[in-house]
C-alpha cells in the first residue's frame, strides 16, 4: 500500500471505525486513541495489507483493540459497577434512543459488535466474519441470539416506559 492509498484508507473509514468503537465505548477519547491506534497499526503494516483488504483489516484491528482496552477498564471499574447495581432506582426513559443504547449495553461485547456492524454499519455476514474472526454460520448464529435478548428486552413494559 502506498501512502496516497493509506491516506486514502483514513480518509474513507475513520468516520465508520469510530462511529463503530464509540458506540461500544461509550466514550470518545477512548474511542479516538483506539481509532488511531488501529491506523498506526495499518501504517506499520502497510507494506503486507493491500488497499482492497485494508478497510477490513482496519474494522478487524479497531475491534481486537476496543476489546483490550475494555478488558481493561472492566478489571479497574468493577467495584463501581457494584455499587450501581445495588441503587435501586426509578428512572423512567421516554427517549426512544435511550431505550435502544440500554438495550444495547445489556448485549455482550460480541453481540452488541454484530448489531452494529450489521444493522447500524451494514455490513455483509462476510465481511463481519472477517472483522470478528468468526465464519459467517457463527455470524448468523450469534446475531440471531442477540437480537432475540434485544427483542425480549423491549417488549416489557417496565424497560420501555
Partial sequence: MTEKEYNKCVDLYSDN???FIIKNLDHAEDA????QNAFEILWKHCQDVPFEKAKSYLFTVAYHNMIDHVRKTKRVTLVDEFK???KV???RINNAKEVIAKALA???EVQRSLVLLKDYEGYSYEEIGEIMQLNPSQVKVYL????IHLKNYLVKMENVI
Wanted: charged content about 40%; glycine content about 0%.
Fill in 89 to 91: 432506582s426509578d428512572h
Fill in 144 to 147: 440471531h441470539r442477540a437480537r
Fill in 17 to 19: 471505525i469510530f462511529r
Fill in 106 to 108: 445489556n448485549l455482550s
Fill in 84 to 86: 450501581d447495581e445495588m
Fill in 32 to 35: 479516538r486513541d483506539v481509532v
